[in-house]
């Protein structure tokens, strides 16, 4: 009983949200991605599917404590905090899926996820030019 409490708490909770919505949103779009891409590459394994699955339930469960915590955090949305990390992951990650999937992707998104990859984090934002280079 306590754990459809919790449920309908957090369920309660989500329309307020918009972030949390959109949380939810791309982690079905990465689910649905994800299984495209199993299916393109004939990989598709219910045991890895399932593991996938608990992933995206702990992600939830995550956000839910933020949500919990938020009263006791003077006004910090930390839910939405959350919820933001795991949507730009979410994002990421669909778009991976489905470039691995075959769908053509624009230069400029493979180009963030090969720098994203090498581990290149901080050149993702160009760097600003050096006064001594626009003299030169």
Do not use: Y
């Not at 409490?5 to 307020?16: I, M, P, Y």
């Amino acid at each position: 009983a306590l754990s459809i409490d919790l449920v309908a708490w957090f369920t309660g909770c989500v329309g307020r949200i918009p972030m949390v919505t959109t949380l939810i949103a791309l982690i079905g779009l990465d689910i649905a991605s994800g299984i495209c891409l199993a299916c393109v590459k004939r990989t598709l394994n219910s045991t890895t599917s399932f593991r996938g699955m608990v992933r995206k339930v702990a992600t939830l469960l995550l956000v839910a404590l933020g949500l919990a915590l938020e009263p006791l955090s003077n006004g910090v949305p930390l839910a939405n905090l959350i919820a933001i990390a795991f949507i730009f992951s979410e994002s990421i990650s669909v778009v991976e899926n489905l470039g691995a999937a075959g769908v053509p992707l624009p230069l400029v998104t493979i180009s963030f996820l090969q720098k994203l990859h090498s581990g290149e984090k901080a050149k993702l934002v160009q760097k600003q030019p050096k006064m001594d280079d626009e003299l030169s």
